[in-house]
């Protein structure tokens, strides 16, 4: 049986991260593991509730269920997240490697950050005699970006070289924060540097392509250093000075450092790996390499290979983002998905979802605000309308959060599953696990197809929350809050129709109007309480009582009507003495120290056409009071 290993890591479409996993990928095929991986994408500028549902995937393992687990929680800027999936890690007491960030208690490897900033700035000082240097860093609670900045402020502090607030700009790592750090430097009061310092590959390429639309040479007029060393130079404007970090090396050891836990083994519980700083055309070290013709023709080809295939998936996903903005029904998401999901013919695949992820359709009437509504971690009970294995569709799954995905094939095949939210802002609605997959998930094309995926989904649901919004205006229109019955614009609806084609017909129709005796008596004695459970009693008798099709509502008040066609006379009478015998059973079987008691009259005849039925009510309604005053008269010949 292979061993089930949790990888939490955010941000795969980056280098850094994809370098990592591939390192983690193969190792544990060696190692036997099933690997799942549980990924968010953050960083989307100004949306905090976008990071949020992305980051709830955190939430998602039980750590006591898998046998350990490898964390590159540097990735994930949110130390509650981060605090919170260590708590869980150290309760379920699995064994855990932490990448790049130290964790008390927990196996860990770390690259040494530190000792190669320092050479890069010593560089830069004492090879390049630079003393203008501006520093292009990461986010500032970032455990590798804290050591990286702290490493270069501490050589230039050495050289008594002083920073000045404004040539430090605080990034997140990716491309757009190297392009805006440039457009800040050069809206700086201070003189623009000799050299930029970066904290990784990514951001100083964008700062290298945005100096050069400036009219900036580089490194003639400023100098500029990388970290990471993760591009092919052949696609740069120069060759990178950059460090080399053994990132693939680092996700292999992780699984081996699992793997002698497991096995008792002995083991180191941390381990520092060195990095390569390159020295090389973007700080003026090397002059600009001549490249041979063969290279630049096979790094042509390449990039023309590498194009064509995002170009590929791009109009697969476009094709994807316009289907889907026509999908009218549930019913029809899930099956675009499936017709997608076909075309990148993973080894596996399942769209889970939260049993209620769209619990407002079952909230007509309810009184929940929005806020209270919005689910913000994982169900117990989980459906899966797409559970796709090897070519072929499972149909009707449903499985507790627990088990993550239907069960398979026990064969020992190393898996290795990526989790990924399914969830609109702050509301989670599920999650996809997907395995084998064609299509590369490391990329930001990827992120895209997450994001459209998640809006269309959030569509349908809103789309069902509207039509449910709109039946329960419906219904309010028709319905008596009160009773729970017809109320007057029900009972106008529903007879309408009917009464129309009796009128043409020439057919009879019966109307019966009931009156609460007493009511007045009830709350002046016991209270409206008291009175509203009356009217609430008759409405139930009336419905109890009208078993052959007859449209009944509250008329007002404590006055209630009955409308029906074709009734004959012995069946309006039938009727009375149906009513009056449910309010005779349920004065027998209630608590209530007063008897509820009606009156009833009714009228048969052929409307005409363009008579109004309401007519008839009160015709019905000068029957009743016959009723009742007979009622009355009985009860004072009785005690008088």
């Not at 490194?219 to 993760?230: E, K, L, R, T, Y």
């Not at 399914?422 to 094309?445: D, K, P, T, V, W």
Request: proline fraction near 3%.
């Amino acid at each position: 049986m292979n061993k089930k290993v949790a990888v939490i890591v955010a941000g795969i479409d980056e280098t850094y991260q994809s370098s990592i996993l591939r390192g983690i990928k193969d190792a544990a095929e060696v190692c036997s593991f099933d690997c799942y991986v549980f990924v968010s994408f953050t960083g989307m500028k100004d949306n905090k509730g976008h990071d949020a549902g992305e980051m709830n995937i955190f939430r998602l393992p039980d750590f006591s269920l898998f046998d350990g687990a490898i964390l590159l929680t540097n990735t994930i800027d949110c130390p509650p997240v981060v605090s919170d999936i260590l708590d869980r890690i150290k309760k379920a007491g699995i064994p855990a490697v932490s990448i790049d960030n130290r964790v008390q208690g927990l196996l860990h490897i770390v690259i040494d950050n530190y000792s190669a900033m320092r050479d890069i700035t010593e560089h830069f000082i004492n090879v390049h005699k630079f003393t203008k240097i501006n520093y292009i860093s990461g986010p500032a609670d970032n455990p590798e970006s804290a050591e990286r900045i702290e490493a270069f402020l501490e050589v230039m502090a050495e050289n008594n070289i002083p920073v000045e607030t404004d040539r430090i700009f605080y990034g997140d790592f990716r491309g757009d924060s190297g392009r805006e750090a440039i457009d800040y430097f050069l809206n700086s009061k201070l003189e623009m540097p000799q050299a930029i310092i970066c904290a990784n590959d990514v951001m100083a390429v964008a700062a290298i392509n945005r100096l050069h639309t400036a009219g900036i040479r580089v490194p003639d007029d400023i100098a500029v250093s990388g970290f990471d060393d993760v591009f092919d130079n052949l696609n740069l404007r120069v060759n990178l000075t950059s460090v080399e970090r053994p990132l693939v090396r680092s996700g292999k050891l992780a699984c081996e450092m699992l793997y002698n836990k497991f096995n008792n083994s002995p083991q180191q519980e941390s381990m520092m790996l060195n990095m390569l700083t390159k020295f090389s055309e973007s700080c003026g070290c090397v002059e600009c390499i001549t490249r041979s013709a063969e290279e630049y023709k096979e790094a042509n080809i390449r990039n023309f290979s590498r194009i064509d295939t995002i170009n590929h998936y791009m109009s697969v996903f476009n094709s994807l983002a316009c289907e889907l903005s026509g999908a009218d029904s549930f019913d029809d998401y899930i099956d675009i998905i499936k017709r997608f999901v076909e075309f990148i013919n993973p080894g596996e695949f399942y769209f889970c979802l939260n049993e209620n992820w769209n619990f407002e359709s079952d909230e007509i009437g309810g009184n929940i605000s929005e806020n209270e509504t919005i689910p913000q971690c994982y169900e117990d009970n989980i459906i899966v309308p797409i559970a796709y294995r090897y070519g072929v569709f499972l149909e009707n799954i449903s499985i507790n959060l627990c088990d993550l995905m239907p069960a398979g094939s026990d064969n020992n095949e190393a898996k290795f599953y990526y989790f990924l939210p399914l969830h609109f802002r702050e509301r989670c609605m599920g999650y996809m696990a997907i395995n084998n997959c064609q299509l590369s998930l490391h990329n930001a094309l990827f992120q895209s197809w997450c994001i459209t995926m998640n809006n269309s989904l959030e569509n349908i649901r809103k789309r069902n929350a509207l039509d449910c919004a709109v039946k329960k205006l419906e219904r309010l229109y028709v319905q008596d809050t009160f009773s729970g019955i017809y109320n007057r614009n029900g009972f106008v609806n529903a007879t309408n129709d009917i009464f129309r084609e009796c009128a043409l017909q020439s057919r009879k129709i019966m109307l019966m109007f009931i009156d609460l005796d007493g009511l007045k008596k009830i709350n002046d004695t016991y209270g409206h309480a008291a009175g509203d459970e009356a009217i609430r009693a008759i409405a139930g008798i009336l419905s109890k009582s009208c078993s052959n099709n007859e449209i009944f509502c509250r008329f007002g008040g404590d006055e209630f009507i009955v409308f029906s066609a074709d009734y004959s006379e012995g069946q309006a009478m039938n009727l009375t003495s149906e009513i009056q015998r449910n309010i005779a059973v349920y004065n027998a079987e209630s608590d209530n120290i007063y008897d509820l008691s009606a009156s009833t009259g009714y009228v048969i005849a052929v409307p005409k056409m363009g008579e109004d039925l309401f007519r008839f009510v009160t015709e019905a309604d000068k029957k009743m009071y016959e009723t009742k005053r007979e009622k009355k008269s009985k009860y004072l010949r009785a005690n008088y």
